[in-house]
């Protein structure tokens, strides 16, 4: 579905009335705080929203949190700041917001699915209200990106951390792992001032910094018996078709390849897929990549989807403050910070992975979902990264996962679930599965239709994952669920 220009010239309408509010309140000197959400979108849109806001001198604060609860209600009305932005978070708050912050100056960028209807002291800026898909076309730092170009055109320079902001919410949902829709808009910005370049190239991850067999040993997608998992196998593999793994002393990555060897790695990789019966088209090794050009090769950042990883585990990992920093150009101490935080997160991750998987009864598998439950072992901060992870590589994709994780001192569970694509063609909303779920059991939650999330108090959990196994059996039969 292409989106038609009526569409984009409405969305693009209500991003400069929301520049326009940012723009009133700091000439009239006024405080804003900024509220973001802590994964690499929400990090990307604080960078990209506070970028803007330095450069225009203004007095802002920005404040990075998994939702939004009372607590912060309350710090806003003990503050009352003259201007309380959202990004990447907001929309499925409405009700909250317009009843609690009823006599304040609310702008909400985000792309969340959207419940309730905005107050008068709301400006709402989100792909929904257009018909657009706030799943892949455009994400929170998208959002944030437009309104911040309509605030002052020298903000196109953030043009590629809201690239960054949208590759970490997997928008790259178009043909070969492309960014279309409006984020399409916002990769051309980002390449016409020369930031960005775009390749096809081979797909895996890691292009910048990891070693050549180490990239292939942790790919999972595809996943490729006798390779996926063993380094020294993948080793050999390079080895056989006469791809050096190592320059001088340095070991290469799939950036430092020739043409002529990534076409021999390629046609390799798809006949060995072929002859263990795997059918897997070479098309699919093949996507779009993105490079920041002015980012230092070698490093997390020169990547896009290197760099979304790199502010993911600075939120996961309670340092969002140093992903901020990045996204508003720090290349000093923050980056260095955030670099050691990287390889805390990926020790983090391989042993809570490990643990999931150590025991097969930690998944349990219901008539339409799939559920794991983290007890205390697994944070609620790192829930939604872990079952994003598992949800790609499950038993049988055609069921949803649900995972929770035990947050003791709120007295309830943190919920993320994830599935595929294939699974909302065929009708299931996650978004409005947690939703409704949640509400029946006391709890909060919502989302996009691949991933969403939940709090529901503790003694409820039993119940409300009946109720989404229910509730997603009855989307699967094609029938409304209601919310
Ligand atoms: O927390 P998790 O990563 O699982 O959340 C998945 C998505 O669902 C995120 O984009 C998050 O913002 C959204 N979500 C929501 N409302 C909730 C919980 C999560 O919109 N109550
Ligand atoms: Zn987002």
């Known amino acids: 579905m292409s989106l038609d220009e009526k569409q984009i010239a409405d969305f693009l309408s209500s991003a400069s009335q ?66 309380i932005v959202f990004t990447d978070l907001g929309s499925g708050y409405i009700d909250l917001l317009s009843e609690k912050l009823a006599d304040l100056k609310i702008l909400i960028l985000d792309h969340h699915q959207i419940s ?28 944030a990106y437009f309104t911040a170009r309509a605030m002052d055109k020298a903000n196109v320079d953030s043009a590629p951390i809201a690239v960054v902001g949208a590759l970490g919410d997997l928008q790259d949902k178009y043909d070969q792992r492309m960014l279309g829709g409006l984020n399409g808009k916002i990769v051309e910005d980002a390449k016409s001032t020369g930031l960005l370049t775009v390749e096809k190239d081979l797909i895996f991850f890691g292009r910048e910094t990891r070693p050549i067999h180490r990239t292939l040993a942790s790919t999972t997608s595809p996943f490729i018996p006798g390779i ?35 076409k021999r790695l390629c046609s390799a990789l798809a006949d060995y897929l072929l002859s263990r019966g795997l059918h897997y088209k070479v098309s699919n090794l093949i996507g779009h990549v993105y490079i920041l050009n002015r980012e230092e090769p070698w490093t997390p950042l020169r990547d896009a989807r290197e760099f979304s990883v790199l502010l993911n585990a600075t939120g996961r990992m309670n340092k969002p403050g140093l992903g901020v ?87 309830a569970a943190k919920f993320s679930a994830r599935t595929v694509d294939m699974v909302t063609n065929m009708g299931v ?20 239709n691949v991933a969403a999330g939940a709090q529901v108090p503790l ?11 229910e509730l997603v059996g009855k989307q699967l039969k094609g029938e409304k669920i209601g919310s």
């Open 459 to 469: 003694e409820n959990v039993t119940t409300f994952i009946e109720i989404v196994n």
């Open 18 to 83: 929301a520049a326009e509010t940012v723009l009133e309140t700091v000439k009239e000197n006024g405080v804003i705080h900024v509220f973001s959400h802590f994964d690499t979108d929400g990090l990307s849109a604080a960078g990209i929203v506070g970028r803007a806001l330095f450069r225009l001198d203004a007095k802002f604060r920005v404040r990075i949190t998994q939702w939004i609860d009372e607590k912060i209600i309350g710090e806003i009305l003990s503050e009352k700041p003259q201007l």
């Open 325 to 411: 920093a990045v996204c508003m150009g720090d290349r000093g101490s923050a980056l260095e910070e955030a670099n050691k935080v990287l390889g805390r997160y990926r020790r983090t991750i391989g042993k809570h992975l490990g643990w999931v998987m150590e025991k097969p009864e930690r998944m349990e598998e219901l008539e339409n979902i799939f559920v794991v439950n983290g007890e205390d072992y697994i944070e609620d901060k790192i829930v939604g990264a872990i079952s994003s992870i598992l949800s790609t590589s499950l038993p049988n994709p055609e069921k949803p996962l649900i995972m929770y994780a035990n947050i003791i001192e709120e007295e």
């Open 429 to 448: 909303n996650l978004g409005d599965v947690m939703q409704a779920a949640a509400e029946k059991c006391q709890g909060k939650g919502g989302g996009h």
């Open 228 to 262: 996926s998992g063993g380094e020294d196998k993948s080793l050999a593999f390079l080895v056989s078709l006469d791809i050096r793994p190592k320059h001088n002393d340095k070991w290469r990555a799939l950036r430092d390849l020739s043409e002529e060897e990534k």
């Open 116 to 143: 309730g209807e905005a107050t008068a002291n709301i400006v709402h800026v989100n792909p929904h209200l257009y018909g657009i898909d706030g799943a892949r076309d455009i994400s929170g730092s998208g959002v």
